[in-house]
């Protein structure tokens, strides 16, 4: 397939958006160096905008790409002081390389990437930004711009990063490591999806593009690990999630909130597949946290109307939650349930509970419970005084416009 001069930056573009990370992966595994495969990578890139122009796109640019990124890497192996232990591991690789068609490396690469990225010496935050960077392809900029950060702060992340997986094998995980590193990754994507859907600071209400990420981040997981209950789990709990996002907001941007969605504005494509996710969970075994969650968020998605919701198993389900995965947040997201199935006196005195205990002081969620709960309960001024609290602790300009109208 040719291009013609007019039109050969745009394809080039295209093809390294979808290959980056097979790429990235590939020569990471190779030379145990992310920045260093990221270069490896680039370089490619340029060459393709040389050449590619002239000679055509090849049939198989992926491995064109890789072929050409394996030649730069022995030119910059050949200048490092330990080029003899580095060149005879790369010779050995390469030459194992050739003996598989390209494509069979493909998963095994990616899930290397990810699962390092991961690794227990980086930060949660430096974890985000480099998954983000190699795999999801996005800039620093744009990463920047979705956690509402500065690019330097991006930067520095991903460079810490990626000194500290500088001599790290990457490898698959042991037996041992396994369930650790997993349930890094999964928090990982998880942590970039619920920053997409419901943003902690900002003028935004939500940032979809981050759950988009994270949705295609947790697909191909499941892809590379489909022996794996949680990892189906958290598909279907993004996928039912995402769901709503088109019912989330009004015509002005404002917050619409679960009981006041129109459900017709619903994707039911996401719903239809988050279901399913959910089904292989479950044949899998035993639902983990992200199960759980999931099978609360499919409780939702089965009603057709609020008043069809079935909060008695939603309450069963996060009890069952809270001794799996306990937290301040999972008990006052159970308090919401209870306080539908049994009551909003029973809501009230679990969310009195955690007042008590003033672990979740700053959460600005707990005032807006706890007003929501007293607001059915008929006691309209403890009420609006909860809600002007929640709108003094948000950072989000949506989220606090919301809760002031509540107070009001």
């Known amino acids: 397939m040719a291009v013609t001069a007019t039109d050969p930056r745009r394809v080039v573009e295209a093809v390294y958006r979808i290959e980056s990370a097979r790429l990235v992966a590939g020569l990471a595994r190779i030379v145990r160096d992310v920045g260093l495969a990221e270069e ?16 055509g796109v090849p049939e ?6 890789m072929a050409t990124a394996k030649h730069r890497a022995v030119d910059v192996l050949r200048r490092q002081e330990n080029y003899r232990r580095k060149l005879a591991l790369f010779t050995r690789e390469a030459e194992a ?34 998954v983000l960077r190699t795999i999801g392809g996005l800039t620093t900029d744009q990463i920047a711009r979705a956690f509402l950060t500065t690019e330097a702060t991006v930067s520095q992340r991903i460079l810490r990063a990626k000194k500290a997986l500088t001599g790290v094998r990457f490898e698959l995980p042991g037996p041992d490591e396994l ?13 970039i ?15 979809p593009q981050l759950c988009e990420e994270a949705l295609r981040l947790g697909r191909i997981l499941a892809g590379l690990l489909p022996g794996q209950a949680e990892v189906h789990g958290l598909v279907a709990l993004m996928e039912l999630q995402a769901s709503r996002i088109p019912a989330r907001t009004g015509p002005g941007g404002e917050p619409v909130l679960l009981p006041d969605q129109d459900r017709r504005r619903w ?14 969970a479950s044949a899998l075994g035993t639902f983990g946290p992200y199960g759980l969650q999931a099978a609360i968020a499919a409780c939702h998605a089965r009603a057709r109307t609020p008043a069809e919701t079935d909060w008695g198993r939603i309450a ?16 006052l997201n159970r308090a919401v349930a209870v306080g539908q199935a049994e009551g909003p006196a029973a809501g009230l005195a679990i969310v009195d509970g955690l007042v008590a205990a003033g672990s979740l002081a700053r959460y600005p969620h707990l005032p807006a419970v706890r007003g929501d709960l007293l607001e059915r309960l008929g006691r309209l001024g403890e009420a609006r005084a909860e809600f002007a609290r929640a709108a003094a602790l948000t950072r989000n300009e949506r989220e606090r416009q919301l809760f002031e109208t509540r107070a009001r």
């Open 40 to 55: 490896l990578a680039q370089d490619a890139l340029v060459v393709a905008l040389e050449q590619w122009p002239v000679d």
């Open 60 to 65: 198989q640019p992926g491995a064109w790409l």
């Open 97 to 130: 390389a050739d003996e598989l068609a390209l494509d069979d490396h493909i998963g095994d690469d990616l899930l290397r990437l990810i699962l390092t990225a991961c690794h227990p010496s980086i930060t949660p935050e430096s974890q985000v930004a480099l």
């Open 179 to 191: 369930p650790g590193r997993l349930a890094a990754a999964l928090g990982t994507i998880y942590l």
């Open 193 to 207: 999806f619920n920053e997409g859907y419901a943003a902690t600071a900002g003028d935004d209400w939500s940032r």
């Open 267 to 280: 994707d039911r494509l996401l719903v239809r597949r988050g279901l399913a996710a959910l089904d292989r």
């Open 316 to 331: 069963a389900l996060y009890r069952v939650l809270v001794h799996v995965a306990p937290s301040p947040v999972v008990e």
